[in-house]
C-alpha cells in the first residue's frame, strides 16, 4: 500500500512559525483602558504587571501613553516631564498622545495653558529627549499603531528599570517646581538667592516680588493658607 503524505503538513508549520504570537506586556494600571480591550481583540497575548516606567512593552520599544486630558494635565503638574525623563532607560522609547479627534489640543482653554507653550513643550520632548510623538484619533487607533510595531522585527528588552532618583538639588527644585506659576527657571532662581525651601516660605513678599513678580501674591497666599 502507498503512503499517502500529508502534503500541508510542513506549511502549516511554516505559516506558524512565521506569524507567532507576539506577547505586549501592559502596566496593570491600564487593565480596564479600551487600548487593552482592542489589542486582546486583535488576537495578541497580553500580560498585565507593573511596569515601573512606561505603559506598554513592545519587543523593545516602551510606550507611554497619555490621552489629550492627561497629557495636559500632566504637563501642568511637571508629571510627564518626570515620566519622559525615566523614559531614556530605554533605547526606543514612544510617546502617544491619543483622541486629537475627540479633544483639542490647542486651544487656549485647556487648563489656562498657553497654545504655543504646549507646542513648545511637545519640541521639547521630540529634540531634547530624542523621544518620537504619535497622535491617534482613538483607542483603536492606538492598538492599530501598536499592532503593525509588533511586526517589526526586534529583540525583546530587558524589563529590569527603575524609577529614577533624583538627586537633592533636583528634589528641592521638584518641590518649588509644584508650586503654581512656578516654573524650572524660576524655581532655580529662588533656591540661588534663599538656598532653602524654609527660607523661601519665611521670605517676605516683597523679597519674592523681586524676583517671580505678581506670582508672590499667589505664592505667599498658598502657604498661608489652611488645609
Known sequence: ??????????????????????????????????????????????????LKIADYIVKNVAIERKTVSD????????????????????ENKLLIIEGIDEH????????GINANAIRGFLLSIVL??????????????TARFIS??????SKEI????????????????????????VGPKTAKKLLEKFKTIKNIINASQEELRNIIGKKADIFKNLIEESY
Open 1 to 50: 500500500m502507498k503512503t499517502i503524505y500529508n502534503i500541508f503538513s510542513k506549511r502549516k508549520s511554516r505559516i506558524k512559525k512565521e506569524n507567532p504570537k507576539t506577547k505586549i506586556i501592559i502596566d496593570y494600571r491600564e487593565k480596564n483602558s479600551l487600548v487593552a480591550s482592542e489589542l486582546i481583540s486583535f488576537g495578541f497575548e497580553v500580560e498585565f504587571r507593573e
Open 71 to 90: 497629557f495636559l494635565s500632566s504637563m501642568l503638574n511637571k508629571r510627564l516631564l518626570n515620566q519622559i525623563e525615566e523614559l531614556q532607560q530605554y
Open 104 to 111: 483639542e489640543l490647542y486651544s487656549d482653554d485647556n487648563l
Open 128 to 141: 531634547k529627549y530624542k523621544t518620537p510623538i504619535i497622535f491617534t484619533k482613538n483607542s483603536e487607533d
Open 148 to 153: 503593525i510595531l509588533s511586526r517589526k522585527k
Open 158 to 181: 530587558a524589563l529590569r528599570v527603575k524609577k529614577k532618583s533624583l538627586n537633592k538639588k533636583e528634589q528641592l527644585q521638584f518641590i518649588i517646581e509644584s508650586f503654581p506659576g
